[in-house]
């Protein structure tokens, strides 16, 4: 069964720090792995999406990691913003007969505070 | 450029009643699809529509229809509500990886 599983599952960390989280996944066969930002009460919106040949990819402060080897994907988060407070979601998409099967994590909640 | 847009924000609804929730998007893309996201359950796919007249299942289709007669707009119908499907609804819109999610409609049903 096709499983993503991200930790932790909630963080708390000062406004200017850095943090990192983590996503493993059994999902197979890979086709490609996308990091989502989603705020309280909105939609998730992408970050980051890589495939099997990508292992970084950066949007801003945003830097995906993925060792397709190992099955793992982190998100590090550089000098943290009040505004980065909101659920990190990493999303695993396998081929599946023609289209691609989608699979959801459920989330890491970060909160940065002052 | 709307992006992808949900109505109604907000509902509530008495168990047996029935509802459409709309979705549209203005970006042109061919597959759109449902998901509901639950307390510590990652997003569900409940429906899928590949382009105009084509609809699909997904993980959670039961108690939900779909219609795709327009690639504009992707309604969701719940036939009769039911306390289990109290939830969040996002619709979306994808044009190859990239997907963009709809603002989301919060679903109580009492």
């Known amino acids: 069964k096709n499983q993503v599983e991200q930790s932790p599952q909630s963080l708390i960390i000062l406004e200017g720090k850095n943090c990192t989280l983590q996503?493993?996944?059994?999902?197979?066969?890979?086709?490609?792995l996308r990091w989502y930002k989603q705020d309280t009460g909105r939609g998730p919106v992408s970050l980051t999406i890589?495939?099997?040949?990508?292992n970084t990819k950066s949007n801003g402060r945003y830097t995906a990691t993925l060792d397709a080897d190992t099955k793992q994907s982190s998100l590090h988060i550089t000098a943290s913003q009040l505004s980065d407070s909101a659920s990190y979601i990493c999303?695993?998409?396998?081929?599946?007969?023609?289209?691609?099967?989608?699979?959801f994590g459920i989330g890491t909640k970060l909160q940065v505070i002052p | 450029n709307a992006g992808v847009t949900q109505t109604p924000k907000f509902q509530v609804l008495k168990t047996g009643q029935s509802m459409t929730l709309q979705c549209a998007q203005d970006m042109n893309h061919e597959y759109m699809s449902w998901y509901r996201q639950d307390p510590g359950m990652g997003l569900r796919l409940i429906h899928y529509?590949?382009?105009?007249?084509?609809?699909d299942q997904g993980e959670v289709p039961n108690g939900y229809n779909v219609s795709r007669s327009t690639t504009e707009d992707f309604p969701l119908r719940l036939l009769s509500a039911a306390p289990s499907q109290t939830s969040v609804y996002f619709c979306a819109s994808s044009e190859g990886r990239r997907q963009y999610f709809g603002p989301g409609t919060r679903l109580t049903v009492t």
């Open positions: 999303v695993v998409s396998a081929n599946s007969g023609g289209y691609q099967k989608v699979t």
């Open positions: 529509s590949v382009g105009a007249g084509i609809t």
């Open positions: 996503c493993n996944y059994t999902v197979s066969p890979f086709s490609n």
């Open positions: 890589m495939t099997f040949s990508e």
